[in-house]
């Protein structure tokens, strides 16, 4: 089964900072996923990349395959930004099958 | 554009009572998902059905039932409901599998077995 890590766990930024949060997973993947929640509960994809960048407004995620490691960059944060992101990534042996990662939990300050 | 919808958004259940969480989609999806949420841990998929007719396990189908309605419609069912089902529960769809594309959610159901 794929491993998921997610860092940091809680985030704390000033509004217009530059955000990063950082996803790694043990096995080769093809695909992998970025999730928002939202603090009132609801689950939105925001990226599924397999190799190099996606940038979505001031979302940029990027993903380096040998390194088995992702990460999700916010430009000019801000409140509205605050939820919790989550990776997901292949578990193996079914493509149906996803492993997710505990999440980041983001909060920006005005 | 409704999306993913799921229903009911809240229940509270007693110990071995049972109930159905009803989910459906139009978006002319393949694939359909239930997860689980539990605080400190990932989404962790229940049931599956990758197609009309076919369901199959995911890491934690003990406790639930699923049916396949139509191309629509799948359904969560919990026999006989125990504490340890208390979680937040999640519909998903998708056009084929997450290798292909992603999900999209429902905006869940919580859950509470007293």
């Known amino acids: 089964k794929n491993e998921v890590e997610q860092s940091p766990q809680n985030l704390t930024a000033q509004e217009g900072e530059f955000i990063t949060i950082n996803c790694s997973y043990s096995v080769g993947i093809s695909a992998l996923h970025w999730l928002q929640q939202h603090p009132g509960g609801g689950i939105v994809s925001l990226f599924m990349?397999?190799?190099g960048k996606k940038k979505h407004g001031r979302l940029i995620a990027t993903i380096n395959i040998q390194e088995k490691h992702s990460s999700l960059h916010i430009t000019a944060s801000h409140p509205r930004d605050s939820a919790v992101y989550i990776c997901a990534v292949p578990s193996g042996g079914s493509n149906y099958k996803l492993t997710f990662g505990k999440g980041t939990l983001l909060t920006v300050n005005p | 554009n409704a999306g993913v919808t799921q229903t009911p958004k809240f229940q509270v259940l007693k110990t071995g009572q049972s109930m159905t969480l009803q989910c459906a989609q139009d978006?002319?999806?393949?694939?359909m998902y239930w997860y689980r949420q539990d605080p400190g841990m990932g989404l962790r998929l229940i049931y599956y059905?990758?197609?009309?007719?076919?369901?199959d396990k995911g890491e934690v189908p003990n406790g639930y039932n699923v049916s396949r309605l139509n191309k629509r419609e799948f359904s969560l069912r919990l026999e006989s409901a125990a504490p340890s089902q208390t979680s937040v529960y999640f519909c998903?769809?998708?056009?084929?599998?997450?290798?292909?594309?992603?999900?999209?959610f429902g905006n869940g159901t919580r859950l509470t077995v007293t």
């Open positions: 998903a769809s998708n056009p084929r599998d997450p290798y292909d594309s992603p999900l999209h």
């Open positions: 059905s990758a197609s009309e007719g076919t369901t």
């Open positions: 990349l397999s190799s």
């Open positions: 978006m002319n999806h393949n694939s």
